[in-house]
Structures are given as structure tokens and as C-alpha cells.
């Protein structure tokens, strides 16, 4: 009976433990895929911004007014992904699947853009001619609540 | 019982084993799950350290460029420090992390890199460039050993095209203070390193600020079908919205078998000028009726008749051999305004300077002793690049003057000719004719004058006295006579002989003299015979001691020994033989010592060769090491300018009004007369080095169009003009003016043509039809000094750990 009772206690307490781990990890890992997708997303965006092209931060020495808006837009919306990029820019493969699959992962994020002339602080602070400070803000949610992410890069009109 | 005695502790040993399972799964979540967390966060700041250490590269690019085409001081590491964002220091130990560069060695190689203890470098401040809230990068901005005048290299100046070499290092500047701080625990996350070769202006096969006409309707791009050669094989760039006409339309892009008009990039920055000519167009850039002033899919490389428009790539490579992809939007590339570096190099290093700048004499010619810089003070009549062979005969020039090849062997004489002449007057006997009276028959013409037409009188051209204005000049009153001797002479312009030759010696005064102000009119004359008998005029010829006005434009030379020695012989500068010329012409040189006839340059010298500015008469020789590094500054126009290039130049022509010689910030015009070759290389051929680069920098750079040039270069078996240049009219155009009522001629430039404005070669069907090919080894090897467009080619980039 002593046996039994002892042992029912240790499983009750190795229980207790488990499913504490197991809190501990889902909240300890919440969010971290969607982190992961959110910083690949911010790269490959930031990849177009800074590249060359249409999608580049600035279009003949002005900003590119694609990127004017200043608030958050969803990534992939009912109209597609937001403008000016294409599901092509995010997709590397025709593959319906993961096609679908990018559209599931990219609804739950919004983004937001911010692109002006990199302020050199100084003293005294100055604009540097052809330098821009791009910033890509990415939010989304997860079981910790809203959660923004903020990639800056430097853009350099050729 | 038995079987329960048997089981007894069954249960306890279950619980145990599961406990351990239990715990063997929590002790690996908490194992697994930081770790996973802290692959995320790794991956997320790995990120921002990447852009962190490419936003350092872009950084140091955004300011070199900044300070290489903006004003004052160009050289980035001799800028005074208060307000840059980047210091100029020492570095000790350019092998430490996270610089890492090596070797420390430095193997002779030209556009090769070492890093000994001690180089300077650019350093970027704390804090200057920041990403974000914390992230930042520290940059190092080295000097290539062969490319700047900067302190690493004693202030020289080299040919090649400056490089650098970046590293960036991120780092997360967790206590605000700007700096790694590695004692507060931060580090460098992650290294950019990038080698960059600087680009110039040379090398745009075709360059335009601006179009000609400002509404731009006008003024395009035109291409036809059936060319057998790319209209411009090298980039082209165009501030403003370029415009293509494609009058053909389907005929043009249904053609195969010729090459596409744009053999390079087209790059341009937009609109300049109202109307907008790309803001309708797929691609930017502008299409005659195709978007517009019309909206017809025929004139146009891409598809559709309203958004969304869609490119087809055949068409788009029929226009351009890189397809699309051939064009470009970049920002705008600013002309530059300030050409302090040209003029230092002209005027060459302080040591080697004949004169200080400040205290030079207008129309005179100095060359540095040290880098043999060439500066004019004076506008220039010509300013010719010939090629002797060793006995000081020109290679290149006819006996009419004319650019006849580029030869493969000779020495480079760069021979300038002042515009402004000199006046003098000298005492002389000179013949003349008295009248007086005479009896008996006589026949003599009558020529009677209208200013009218009239029956029986023919018109003819006089130069009519309007006017007079005074002028200060030397007077000459000669005192005595010297003999010397001259030996045969070589070839040079015109074939030289001896004599015996009389210098006469003279005392001076400066006197004032009237000069009539004249011009050209039309008279109408006839000239009848009348004949007679008793008194009647007649002449006789006598002489009479007079003051006689004598005009000469001032020539000096540079005379470049490379490949031997090479005689220079007196009558090079003499349009006639020393046989036909008079005494007081002859040109005595006046070396160091005795007087001397016949120079021998040896072989690596330079010999400086200049006319007095009194009579002429008398030429003065100063032999030095080395030969010219390559730019010649002249502060006024150039009338003529013509020749076969050796060696890199850059021939500047600054304003004749500019106040600081050392820093012009205006232009003046240049005129090129006839071909302008590459030495070594067969007209119409494309150079195989970039050894003789020849740059051109002027406010206008006019084409001359006399009937006797057209008529050269404008049957189908004459061969065209060639110009092997960078021809850069930074104000104004590259044109024509007023061409000559002949048939147009061919010309073909083999390099670029930059301008400010579009300038017309061809002005009321007259003029010359032009075609750019282009030479590469202007973008690698561009003339000296040529200014510098603010971009770079990244020749090497890799980001490590740091």
C-alpha cells in the first residue's frame, strides 16, 4: 500500500514536472518560428530594397514611393502580397503546395517600411548625399502577444 | 500471496522508470529549447550584423564619393577632420582582428596591395554610422599603394584609377559610447571587406547632362535598321529622361543579323526638363511615339496598350546587346565644376615649379622640372602632339600640315604655339620705290574705284582702315652683327638646311604705336591703259632705314626621349627651310654654355624648348629627367588641336580669366582640327593597350568643319577622321560651327564623347556624320587625372567572421 502510495506521489510529481517543462518550453519557444520566417522575410525584402530595380529603396535619386505609406500592411493580403513585391520574390518554387504554404505562413504578418536620407550624426548632423536608412518592421502574433521586429539596413544610390 | 510477494515492488520500479523517462524528456527540452531560442536570436543578429557591415561598405562608398567629385579638397585622406565622418590615422597593425589584412609585402605589382605597419587610413569617428537603436559598424578605408596623392605616397600622382580597400566590422554598441568596447563585453559580430577600383567620366562611350532642346521633342536617340555597327558600343549615360526614336517601328524589330544600336548599359536618372517623357513608360526610359508624344506599341520594346505593360526581352535585345537588363536608373551624375586637382597636376609638385603660380607671366609656357606638369598661361594658335623619329623628323605631320598616321615608333613632341602675338618693331633697311618725273612716251594702267557696282568694274576684297587703337611694343634698333654657323638641319615639320647665318644685335626701347583696326570689304574696280608723250610719273627702286612692325605667334616644345636618344634639330619649328628664311629669322638656341644648333635628347630625358618672347629669334633649352607625367593645363582657348597621342594625357583648357591658376572652376573652348590618333595603333583599329590614353576637357570642344577637312574625310575612298579620345565638354557641347557648304564628312570617335548639352555635329545638312566605337581601356586605364564620376567596381567583397 506503501508502495503504491509512494509511487502514485512520484508520478504525480514527475507529472507536475513534465507538463512545467513543458509550459516552460512552449512559452520559451513561442514564437520562435515565426520569428525565423519573419527575420527570412526581412532579408529577402530588404534584398530588393537595397538591391537595383523597380523595388529598390529609391527610383532616380527619390525615395520610391512604394515605401511612403508608414504603416503596417499585411504581407499577403486579400489582394496578394503588398505592393511592389510578388509572391515570385518570396517563393522559390511554382510548387502549388508551397505555394499555398507561403501564403498560410506569410498572413500573419504585417510589415511597414521606412526609407530617408542617413542623417550623419556629427556634430553638426548632416545628410549624406545618396545614403538612405531603410527599415523594415515586421509584426505579427504569437502567445506572448503582438510582437514587432525592426531590420535596418543602409541603401546607396548609385 | 505468493504471486503477489512475487510482483511486490513491480509498481515502484514502473513509476521509477517512467520518472526517469520523464526526466530525461525535461532535462532535454531544457537543453533543446534554449538552444532553439538562441538559434533564433543568433539568426536574428546575425542579420542585423550583416547589414550593419554592408551598411559600413555603402557608407564609405556614399562618402569617397561625396568627397571625390564634390569641391575643395578631393583627396579623402588629406581632408581636414572636423566636421568628416572619418579621421585620417596611422594604423600599426593592419593584421589585427578584426582588419586582418595581409601580407605586409609589397610585390611591385601596379593595382596591388600591401598593408605595412604604419599605413594611413581613414577611420570612421564613433558613432557616424549606426543602424537602428544599437548596431553599428567601424570602418577602415584603405589606400591602394599606386592611386592617390595621399601622405602614403608622398603626395605623387599616379595614372591609374584610385582603389581602395574597405573593411567594415558590426558590432553591437550595447553602452552607447560608438566604439567597440570589447573591456564593457561587446565584440565584432561579423567582417565586410571590399577592394574597389574608382570609375571616371572616360568611360561613357556617350554622356549628356541635359538634351539641347530643354522641351526634349526633339532631340533623341535614333536608330534604323540595317546598321552594321552599334551606334554607341560603350555605356551610355544620360542625366536626363533619354529618348529612342524607332521610326521604322516593325521593320526594326523584325530585322536579325545586326548588331543592337546600345552595346552597353543605358543608365539615366530621370526627368529633368518638362514635359516628362519616362513617368508613362514600363522601363523609364522614353520612346519616340511610343510612349512619348504617342502611345503606338510598334515605336516601344515592350507590349501592351495600358498598364500592366509586359517587356518582350527580343525586342528589348534587338535595342540593347544586354537586353533589359542593359538599362539602369541611377541618381543623377553631377559635371564637375572644380578642377583644382587637373591644375595641380599641370603645374606640378612645388619643388619642380619654374615659377611660383601666383607670380607666373601670361602667355608663357612652364614645365615642372620634377613631373614635367605642362601649363600655358596663354590661349594656344595649336597645340600639336607630334612623333619624331630619331633624327627629330616628324612621323605624322605632311608638308602641308596634315595628321598623315599614327607610326609605331618615334618620341612625342607636344608642341604649343602661343595665340597671342607679339609685336615689335625693328630699325631696318628695307627696299622701296620713289617717283619722279620722266619725259617722253609712256603707257601706264589707270584703275579707277567705286564702292558701288558698276558697268565695267569688277569687285574685289580690301582690307578697309575703320579705325586705330594704340599698343605698347619693343623697338629693336639694331647695333651690330654676330655670325654663326649652321649645320644641316633634320626634317621636323619641313626638311632643314645649313648656311652661315647672321644674328643681328639690337639695343631696345619701348615705344607706342598706332595699329589700324581693319576689316574686309568688297570694292568694285576697273583698270584701263592710257598712252602719252612728254612729262609723266614714274618709280624707281631705292631703300630706306625704317621702323618695320613684325608679328609672331611664340612656340615651345617638349620634346620626350623614351625609347632612344633622338636629335632635335633647329628648324623644327621653322615653317620654311633655313635656306629661304631671312637671318633675323633663325632660331638660335641658347643652352647652358656656348650656343648650340642641334640638341641630342638621351634616351629617358626630356628636353624643354622655348621662344624668346622679344623677337622670336632666339630659343632657349633646359634638358631634364623623366619624361611628361601627363597633364597639360592651358589657361585660354586652344584654336587647334591635332596629332598623334604617346603616353597617357590629359590636355584641360581653363578658363583665360581664371584668378586662382591653381583652382579654375570655368572652362575654355578647344578646336580639334584634324585627326587626333593613338600612337601605335592603325586608324580605325582599336587600341590593344591603354598605354596612350589621350583625355580632352574644355567648356566647348568644337569639330572643325573647313571645306578643306570635309573634303578629306567625305568620299567613300577617303578614309574618316578619327579622334581616339575622352572628349569631355563639361559646359557647353561637342559641336560644329558654321560647317562648310561640302558634303558632310565621316568622322569616328574611338573612345567617348561627354557633354552638357547634346551639340550638333551636322547644322543645316552640313557638318560631319559621326559613329562611336569605343575603347575599353578608357574605363581601365583612363587618362590622367580625368574626373572621377562618384562610381566604383567592386572588384572583390567576402564577409567573414571577424
Known sequence: ?158 | MKRGRGYRGFVLAAVFFIMVVIILLIASLFRLVPQEVRWTGDHRRETFAYYACTGGIKHALAYLRQVRTGTGQTDPYLRPASNEPYESVTESSPSRSPLRLLPPVDNGQPLDTYFPSGIPVLHSKPGRIRLGDDWNAEVWIFPDKNTLPHPFMAGKTSKLPPCYIIVSAAFRDTNGNGICDTSSGENYALRAESSLVEHTFARYAYFVDRWKDEGANTTVFRVKTGSPNPIFAGPVHSNDTPVIDVPEGLAFWGQTGFPAPFGGELSFSGDVFAPTKGITSFDGVGYFKGNFLGNAEDFRPYRGSSEPYRADEDRYKKLFSKGQAAIQRTSRLELPNDWARLAAAAWGDNAGREVAVESAQPDQVYVNTSDLGIVSTGALRELRLDVVDNNGHSTVFNSQMQVTNAPNSGHQVVNLQQLNEITFLRQETVPTTETYTATGPYTVDQTLTSDTPLDGYSPELYEATIGSTTREVIRYVQTGVSTIVDPPGGGGPASGGGGTISIPLYTTATVTISVPQTEMRTRYVQVTTISGDGPHDETRATTVVEDVTHHYAPQDAVVAAVDGPVRFPVNYFLPTTTTTSTSNEFPVFEGSGAPVLDITVPQGKSLIVKQDRQTGGTFSVKMVDGVPKGVIGVFGQVDSLRGVNRGSKTIFAASASTADRLRPTSLANVTVTDHLLHYATAPGALPTNGDHALGVIAANITMASTSDLLNLHNTPASPPLYLYAALFAAEGSFQVIAPATVPRGELRVVGGVLQKVVGPLIAGGRGWNSQYLYDNYLNINPPPIFPPDGRFDVTFYRITGP
Open chain 1, 1 to 158: 500500500m506503501v508502495e503504491i502510495l509512494v509511487a502514485m506521489v512520484l508520478l504525480a510529481t514527475g507529472v507536475i514536472f513534465a507538463l512545467s517543462a513543458i509550459s516552460y518550453a512552449t512559452k520559451a519557444t513561442a514564437g520562435t518560428t515565426q520569428s525565423t520566417e519573419a527575420t527570412a522575410y526581412a532579408r529577402k525584402i530588404l534584398e530588393l530594397m537595397l538591391g537595383s530595380g523597380p523595388k529598390s529603396a529609391c527610383l532616380s535619386a527619390g525615395i520610391n514611393p512604394a515605401y511612403t505609406s508608414g504603416v503596417f500592411q499585411p504581407l499577403y493580403g486579400p489582394d496578394g502580397v503588398v505592393p511592389p513585391f510578388q509572391e515570385a520574390d518570396f517563393t522559390i518554387t511554382s510548387d502549388p503546395a508551397e505555394a499555398a504554404q507561403f501564403r498560410e505562413s506569410a498572413r500573419q504578418f504585417e510589415v511597414k517600411f521606412w526609407v530617408r536620407q542617413y542623417l550623419d550624426p556629427g556634430p553638426p548632423p548632416s545628410p549624406m548625399l545618396g545614403l538612405y536608412a531603410v527599415d523594415v518592421q515586421l509584426r505579427w502574433r504569437d502567445r506572448l502577444g503582438v510582437r514587432v521586429s525592426s531590420f535596418p539596413g543602409l541603401y546607396r544610390q548609385e
